[in-house]
Nanobody, 125 residues
Framework: QVQLVEFGGGSVQAGGSLRLSCAAS????????VGWFRQAPGNEREGVAA????????YYDDSVEGRFTISQDVDKRTVYLQMSSVKPEDTAMYYC??????????????????WGQGTQVTVSS
């Protein structure tokens, strides 16, 4: 079992930055995949970024490549999503997710077993 809690959401102006945190508890190791997903009202949940925990391999959706950075602090058992140059279209509920293996499709929500409760990000123009 893995428990996930997200922190760091809030309101930010376009062009600004925000850092989300995902604190994990339970069994996680170098085979664990951790992903960040988002869902805006009326839209499906979409994958934003993913990381192979411990090893540090990363993967990004084209919409955030070069603006968002996923990283980890193994000692703190925390995965971060640094959001820079944010846009109004980044407004969404952001979720952290984990799987007990390195998934084949890191940005597909069906690959993940464990989910956090979400944190809201609102970008104003």
């Amino acid at each position: 079992q893995v428990q996930l809690v997200e922190f760091g959401g809030g309101s930010v102006q376009a062009g600004g930055s925000l850092r989300l945190s995902c604190a994990a508890s339970g069994y996680i190791d170098s085979r664990t995949s951790v992903g960040w997903f988002r869902q805006a009202p009326g839209n499906e949940r979409e994958g934003v970024a993913a990381i192979r925990y411990g090893v540090g391999y990363t993967y990004y959706d084209d919409s955030v490549e070069g603006r968002f950075t996923i990283s980890q602090d193994v000692d703190k058992r925390t995965v971060y999503l640094q959001m820079s140059s944010v846009k109004p279209e980044d407004t969404a509920m952001y979720y952290c997710a984990a799987a007990n293996n390195w998934v084949t499709y890191p940005l597909r929500q069906g690959e993940y077993t464990y989910w956090g409760q979400g944190t809201q990000v609102t970008v104003s123009s």
